[in-house]
């Protein structure tokens, strides 16, 4: 079955520090893939969408200067926290679509990222 | 309201027992997932659905279209499946974006 590997799992940075996360699709080609954000305690949240070669499309309240997302292939997307601080300190996961309707919405497995 | 429900909220069970989660949802959907996520924050996607029920293991998913409607089971409950379990769905008009319910929070107890 379709495969999103997310790397890393868990990550402890700086304040002021950039973290970037990686997410792959293993044995599909991932036309869309979006970007999700959990606080504590709260639902699973959209970031952005961002399709294959073209710019990423942000929701409302989401810094795009802030939260950099690079998907420059079809198996290859990347999420870059810049100048993190400890409010960023979240739950980040992915999810890709591909290019038939089977390999749809294939989850990432997460990245807890911690500001210190 | 939410476009996804998920009841209970918290649910506490002995070794063993049959498990049902609900999920509802108010709209048209092209597929629906159920997540467990652990204490650690990682998330294994259990199933994704469209139509009838699949089983893996221990583990059954239903969807009922008509209703709006689909349930996670767990059999033979055990502490391991101790976990955050969440339902995802994606609307079939708005371009794929996945929209999450509030988990349930499952502790089985030995």
């Known amino acids: 079955g379709a495969v999103v590997s997310q790397h890393p799992s868990r990550v402890i940075c700086k304040s002021g520090t950039s973290v970037k996360i990686e997410c792959r699709s293993l044995?599909?080609?991932?036309?869309?893939m979006f970007w999700y954000r959990q606080f504590p305690k709260q639902s699973l949240m959209l970031m952005a969408t961002?399709?294959?070669?073209?710019?990423?499309?942000?929701e409302q309240g989401v810094e795009k200067d802030k939260f950099l997302i690079n998907h420059a292939s079809l198996t290859l997307s990347t999420l870059t926290v810049t100048s993190a601080h400890p409010e960023d300190s979240s739950f980040y996961i992915c999810s890709a679509r591909g290019l038939a309707g089977f390999y749809g919405y294939t989850f990432g497995s997460g990245t807890r990222l911690t500001v210190v | 309201k939410n476009e996804v429900e998920q009841s209970p909220q918290n649910l506490t069970a002995q070794e063993g027992e049959f498990i049902t989660i609900n999920c509802s949802y108010s709209?048209?959907?092209?597929?629906l997932h159920w997540l467990q996520q652990h204490p650690g924050g990682g998330i294994v996607s259990l199933f994704m659905l469209s139509s009838g029920k699949k089983k893996h293991g221990r583990l059954i998913a239903t969807i009922n279209i008509q209703e709006k409607h689909s349930s996670l089971h767990i059999t033979a409950s055990h502490p391991r499946d101790s976990a955050v379990y969440i339902c995802?769905?994606?609307?079939?008009?708005?371009?794929?974006?996945?929209?999450f319910g509030d988990g349930t929070t499952l502790t089985v107890k030995p």
């Open positions: 961002s399709n294959e070669g073209s710019k990423a499309t942000y």
């Open positions: 709209v048209g959907i092209s597929a």
């Open positions: 995802a769905v994606n609307s079939n008009t708005n371009a794929g974006k996945s929209t």
């Open positions: 044995d599909f080609q991932a036309t869309t």
